[in-house]
């Protein structure tokens, strides 16, 4: 079983891309931990958690030292390559302390 934090993008100006990123996330997050891994999703947690903090707390800066941490504590990356993954920064962070780490990064195409 492997501990696994699924990354790709969500920023985007549409809201209607926003909601359909975080819904191809969360759906790929239920497919891995059906295939018997602990998966962290970040979009599906944050997604979920928007309505109730401030918009200050709408920042890669924010988000990003949430995620890190719990990205320190899986074996694995694994990047949903949604349209725009290769411009998100937090996706591009996401690989960068992946690799900082030693740890295996997996990309699903969609």
Known sequence: ?????????????????????????????????????????????????LPWLPFSCRTWEFWGAQDKVHLEACDQLRVLCLPGWEHSRGVKDEIKWARESGKTIIFHQP
């Open 1 to 49: 079983m492997k501990r696994i934090y699924l990354a790709g993008p969500y920023t985007h100006d549409d809201e209607a891309i926003r909601n359909s990123r975080a819904e191809a996330l969360s759906a790929k997050a239920a497919e891995l931990m059906l295939e018997g891994h602990v998966v962290f999703s970040p979009i599906t947690h944050g997604h979920a958690l």
